[in-house]
Nanobody, 115 residues
Framework: QVQLVESGGGLVQAGGSLRLSCAAS????????MGWFRQAPGKQRELVAE???????IYADSVKGRFTVSRDNAKNTVYLQMNGLKPEDTAVYYC?????????WGQGTQVTVSS
């Protein structure tokens, strides 16, 4: 059974930093794209960052230069380092693993940025 466990969310002041982690279990995910989405109240879920493989990353324009996505295939884990946080980054953050039409989602972790 595949499980994704996220951690690292919390409350931080504007300008602060947080590091999210998502540990996957149940199979090997080295061939999967790993990424992070977020959903703010009343808004659609949106892609934040994705790392399809170690040498390629994709970022939403709103987080470029502030967030860094990385992966450790040996640990089946994807990370999101968030620096320079803004109140508009407040949302529930979800990790996703995908390959073809297969999608696995984490349960979500709340990130709240106070002004």
């Amino acid at each position: 059974q595949v499980q994704l466990v996220e951690s690292g969310g919390g409350l931080v002041q504007a300008g602060g930093s947080l590091r999210l982690s998502c540990a996957a279990s149940g199979r090997t995910f080295s061939s999967y794209a790993m990424g992070w989405f977020r959903q703010a109240p009343g808004k659609q879920r949106e892609l934040v960052a994705e790392i399809p493989r170690a040498d390629r990353t994709i970022y939403a324009d709103s987080v470029k230069g502030r967030f860094t996505v990385s992966r450790d295939n040996a640990k089946n884990t994807v990370y999101l380092q968030m620096n320079g946080l803004k109140p508009e980054d407040t949302a529930v953050y979800y990790c996703q693993l995908r390959r073809g039409i297969v999608r696995y989602w984490g349960q979500g972790t709340q990130v709240t940025v106070s002004s």
